[in-house]
């Protein structure tokens, strides 16, 4: 058994609005001229140190964590499950 | 007859309020100006105040920081107009670099909307001409993200010196450091705070058990503009 | 709910023709039961809405009464139950965002919103999800466009554990003299204001017309996410159009889309409309079917004179509010729909909009009986301390500072009477005068579901006593009728019998119901109906807010009287679910005639400057009552129970418990006391001086000069604080 370190990181799903991340784009990057960033999306990070036997595993059991306590609602979040580089 | 502006930002919602207790309660002349529309040399004071500029994306007042009208008001530093930052006012101060710290989430993860109960230190300056060391001043806060934080070699070297408000024992609804509630500028020209004077401007808004200690910080404005500081 | 087969040969009779898939989107929106209201339009007519300050009836969208001589009160109630069981932060966000835009289409201000949640118990995990997800959706959005939430109404009962009940009501005022009341000619432009059109919520409200799926995965085309910060800036503009009279007409864009707010505006004004769908503008290629019924947030039509345009879209560009010209009005009565110069659709405004109406089934099923059965043996009793500790600790009852706190309920600077210390919110006009008016949301979900009939009456009776106790005088209420499903008939006979007994009470009451909503399909996957639920929103007038009361007692040595008769009603109380999880039996009776002499009592007295507090007596009795009262004030009670007015009250419980109508308890000031009795007797009001206000914190009952009750009021306090550990867990 080993700690390892999974990320989390919950954003809308593609076909909901993003409010957060258009206002940062259109009232900030472009605003200041940055017409390179052509959209930005946000969403929340969550870093998790878990006990396992392997980083799969981690990864299983902090997909089930998100799933059963609800840490994302899968009607209207996507999550990206990934184990720390 | 002195000008006093009161900026609005897209998402700003206590401007008419701010303007209400101006004019009708102290009698001085503020108008509401469209931050596209403001320039720094046409106001004897400005006022920034309550709300969501830019529903407080990315980080409260971390958008309107960024505008035209306050880069301005940064730069017209020196020429010592009188400005306030109430609330997410004093957010963008904070963001803007005009006032020390940072202001975090609330520490409780929720917003808060209750009266509490501060006092005044080292009042100074315009804002605060007419407060006296120590006064108790009681006004109702509501945000999200007032929890001030400063390192503590800042605390010491600027707060310390500055006209300082502070969350008395048991009133702190956010888990701000040193109980800070709002700060100044060494010569108070500046002064930001997270309660809102302009809801505790007049005693019939108060709830039993208070008073209206928003009053003084408007007062002190007209006096101030009157009779210099 | 797609249309039915003798729905599309109806509308093949009515265009002559195969429709075009954009035609029949275009009915499927606009039949669809959130819109149409078809199994509720025959009886809603049973309703009294004509009164001589109404100034806008049902039917606009939103309704008006006249405050005082030359202000007008606009407000409206809305739910939005379906999509915040699915995504509480967003269906609850965005139920504030659509109300607010029902008041601003008269032009009024929006000076308070108002959340009526009806949720399941905190302790149930999903419920407990429901719940915060719903405060935390109406903070965010409320509270970022600026206007204040306040005097909403919460319950939390096991039926809506999946299943939440998300009433929302605005209030918004004007001078008379600009209320939009206009209308678009021929010839005016069509501009949409606010969000660029997405795919969000297509069908949204089909949606609402069908019960919650099992798999709520597959419902995300209904989820809508709102933006309050570009809703500030419609309110903004808005404000800005109409006061330089640039606007004559605005209209919401919210259940069915672009449709509706098309044909319901054709039909309204006999006009008709030419619609380039291409000139929409949106945030992703969108068919022409979906532009159509589409239900991005934050839109809103304005009907603009072509001379006028300029300055229109000057204010517009300034705010940073996007828009789009999309067409004109015509005079001909025909909706013309193009989409890159090719014709979609070509309907009869009458036609598409013209109201449908279905008398459906209606019988009560046996569960009904539980309402009639009189409650004749009761459990013995507890501890009273038990019984009151259990009862002020009840979610129900504690208080619900957990909840109103992350609300901004001060912003505006008209809040005189706050959350928490009275029966319902004040708030001054800010017109310079030191007139103000009062608002309540009210329901009481236990008794329409065991008593529909006299359950609605008594919501209906809980918010005029609300106003009252406040020291308003009540002109107008709207109200949300939550049922199950239309097409089951003893779901459907509960709908009908609330509808009933609120038109009844509120003919007697002499208060006209100037508009409302029915939600329907409130029941889950298994085809259970959640509680009936009847919610009512009041408004009264405020001739003077310092006058305002608050229901904290003030000063020791005041007096404390009942007013009103208590009888042995303990059926659908509180206590009996509380204590013995008994929910049936006879619910109190409403009292029209009493209210209305009590009110009148209570009103004249808070104006003689006779009264420290008022508190009206609802769920929890009259002990629990007089706890808050000394609990809010931290001061003491000692009451004797015998000076009580009761009759054929056989136990203490009874009398402490019964959550009997039409009764207040004041705390009157002790040099005013024969005065008060004296004006009792003149109004032929029952009024018993049952005890007096201590200095020290003791809450003291006695009967028979025996102690029957004394706790310490901390104690008292800490179970009325309980709310915030329930939700939050903890100890």
């Not at chain 1, 940062?24 to 140190?49: E, N, Q």
């Not at chain 2, 046409?42 to 960024?66: C, H, M, N, T």
């Not at chain 2, 020209?189 to 910080?217: K, Q, W």
């Not at chain 3, 003030?554 to 008994?582: H, Q």
Request: net charge negative; proline share 5%; charged share 25%.
């Amino acid at each position: 058994m080993s700690t390892h370190l999974v990320e989390v990181v919950i954003t809308n799903k593609a076909g909901v609005r993003d409010p957060e991340g258009e206002t940062i784009h259109k009232h900030l990057i472009l605003k200041k001229g940055y017409s390179a960033i052509s959209s930005v999306r946000t969403g929340k990070y969550l870093l998790m140190a878990v006990s396992a036997n392997s980083g799969e595993e981690a990864i299983r059991i902090v997909k089930e964590v998100c799933e059963k306590l609800r840490i994302y609602n899968p009607v209207v979040h996507d999550i990206e499950v990934r184990l720390r580089a | 007859m002195p000008r006093i502006a009161i900026v609005k930002f897209p998402g700003t919602n206590c401007d008419e309020d701010v303007r209400h207790v101006l004019v009708n309660v102290v009698g001085l002349y503020a108008e509401i100006v469209w931050y596209k529309e403001f320039t720094v040399n046409q106001w004897d004071a400005v006022v920034l105040p309550g709300g969501f500029s830019y529903g407080d994306w990315l980080r409260a007042g971390a958008i309107a920081a960024r505008t035209r009208a306050v880069e301005e008001l940064v730069e017209a530093r020196d020429m010592g107009v009188p400005i306030l930052g109430i609330c997410n006012g004093f957010q963008i101060l904070v963001e803007a670099g005009l006032l020390p710290g940072a202001l975090l989430y609330n520490d409780t993860g929720r917003f808060v909307c209750r009266w509490v109960r501060t006092h005044i230190e080292r009042p100074r300056g315009p804002w605060l001409a007419l407060a006296k060391d120590g006064q108790v001043l009681d006004m109702p806060v509501a945000h999200a993200e007032g929890r001030y934080y400063i390192d503590e070699e800042s605390y010491k070297s600027l707060l310390l010196k500055s006209p300082m408000l502070r969350y008395l024992q048991g009133f702190n609804p956010n888990g701000s450091l040193y109980d800070v509630a709002g700060v100044g500028s060494e010569d108070g020209i500046v002064f930001g705070l997270m309660p809102h004077p302009e809801r505790a401007s007049e005693a019939h808004l108060v709830p039993r058990g208070f008073s209206p200690g928003g009053r003084v910080i408007f007062e002190s404005l007209s006096y101030s503009l009157k009779r210099g500081w | 709910m797609p249309l039915s087969t003798e729905e599309v040969e109806e509308i093949r009779k009515i265009l002559g023709r195969e429709p075009t898939e954009e035609e029949l989107a275009m009915f499927e929106a606009q039949w669809s039961e959130h819109c149409s209201y078809k199994s509720s339009r025959l009886l809603l007519k049973l309703l009294p809405t004509e009164g001589r300050h109404v100034v806008v009836g049902p039917g606009r969208d939103a309704p008006a009464v006249k405050l005082f001589k030359d202000f007008a009160i606009v407000f409206k109630i809305e739910s939005h139950n379906h999509p915040s069981a699915v995504d509480p932060y967003d269906g609850a966000a965005t139920g504030i965002g659509g109300i607010v835009r029902d008041i601003l289409t008269l032009g009024a201000k929006p000076v308070a919103l108002l959340d009526m949640l009806y949720m399941g118990e905190p302790w149930d995990p999903h419920a407990n999800w429901l719940i915060r997800g719903i405060v935390k959706g109406i903070s965010d959005y409320g509270n970022r466009i600026g206007v204040p939430t306040l005097a909403g109404d919460t319950w939390f009962d096991t039926a809506f554990n999946t299943q939440p009940l998300v009433n929302v009501a605005c209030v918004g005022v004007a001078p008379l003299s600009i209320l939009v009341l206009g209308s678009p000619k021929p010839g005016d432009l069509i501009i949409i204001m606010g969000n660029a059109t997405g795919r969000d919520g297509l069908l949204g409200s089909s949606f609402a017309s069908k019960p919650l799926a099992e798999d709520t995965d597959k419902e995300i085309g209904a989820v809508q996410v709102g933006d309050p910060l570009t809703e500030k800036l419609l309110i903004d503009s808005l404000q800005i159009l109409v006061s330089r009279g640039l606007v004559k007409y605005v209209k919401d864009l919210g259940g069915g889309g672009l449709t509706t707010a098309i044909s319901e505006t054709c039909a309204d004004h006999g006009l008709g409309a030419v619609i380039e769908l291409e000139k929409l503008h949106t945030r992703q290629k969108l068919t022409p079917l979906e532009l159509l019924v589409s239900e991005s947030q934050e839109r809103m039509l304005i009907a603009v004179e072509p001379s006028k345009l300029r300055e229109v879209e000057e204010v517009l560009r300034s705010h940073d509010v996007t828009y789009s010209i999309i067409g004109h009005f015509t005079g001909d009565g025909v909706i013309r729909v193009f989409y890159n110069k090719a014709r979609v659709a070509e309907v009869s405004a009458k036609e598409l909009a013209r109201p449908r109406a279905v008398r459906r089934a209606s019988y009560p099923p046996t569960e009904a009986l539980k309402g009639l059965k009189p409650l004749y043996s009761l459990p013995p009793e507890p501890s009273y301390e038990e019984a009151l500790v259990k009862l002020l600790s009840s979610p129900n009852i504690a208080s619900k500072r957990w909840i109103y706190e992350q609300y901004d309920h001060e912003v505006g600077v008209r809040t005189v009477v706050k959350p928490g210390l009275g029966d319902a919110a004040v708030l001054r006009l800010l017109d310079g005068s030191s007139r103000g008016f009062a608002v309540k949301g009210d329901a009481n979900p236990r008794y329409t579901s065991i008593d529909p009939f006299n359950g609605a009456a008594n919501s209906v009776a809980e918010c005029f006593r609300n106003l009252v106790a406040v020291g308003a005088k009540p002109i107008a209420i709207v109200d949300e009728l939550n049922a199950g499903n239309p097409e089951k008939p003893e779901h459907f006979w509960y709908f009908e019998m609330m509808l009933k007994g609120v038109a009844w009470i509120t003919e007697e009451l002499r208060l006209p119901v100037v508009g409302g909503k029915v939600s329907f399909y409130n029941e889950d996957y298994r085809g259970r109906q959640v509680k009936p639920t009847t919610t009512i929103v009041g408004v009264g007038r405020v001739d003077d807010v310092s006058k305002a009361m608050t229901m904290e007692l003030k000063e020791s040595g005041s007096l404390i009287a009942v007013i009103g008769v208590t009888y042995p009603e303990l059926g659908g109380s509180e206590y009996l679910f509380k204590l013995f999880g008994v929910e049936e039996g006879e619910i109190p009776r409403p009292r029209p005639a009493s209210e209305l002499r009590n009110a009148t009592f209570i009103l004249k007295a808070i104006r003689l400057g006779l009264l420290n507090a008022v508190h009206d007596i609802s769920v929890g009795g009259l002990a629990v009552a007089l706890a808050e009262m000394a609990v809010l004030g931290n001061l003491g009670v000692e009451v004797s129970i015998d000076s009580v007015y009761a009759r054929g009250v056989q136990r203490v419980d009874e009398l402490l418990f019964s959550e009997t109508q039409a009764r207040y308890v004041v705390e009157v000031k002790s040099d005013r006391v024969e005065e008060l009795k004296k004006l009792a007797q003149k109004l032929g009001v029952r009024m018993s001086v049952v005890g007096r206000v201590l200095d020290k914190p003791i809450f003291t009952l006695s009967k028979s000069s025996k102690t029957i009750l004394s706790v310490d009021l901390d104690l008292l306090k800490d179970a009325y604080n309980s709310l915030e550990r329930a939700i939050e867990g903890g100890a």
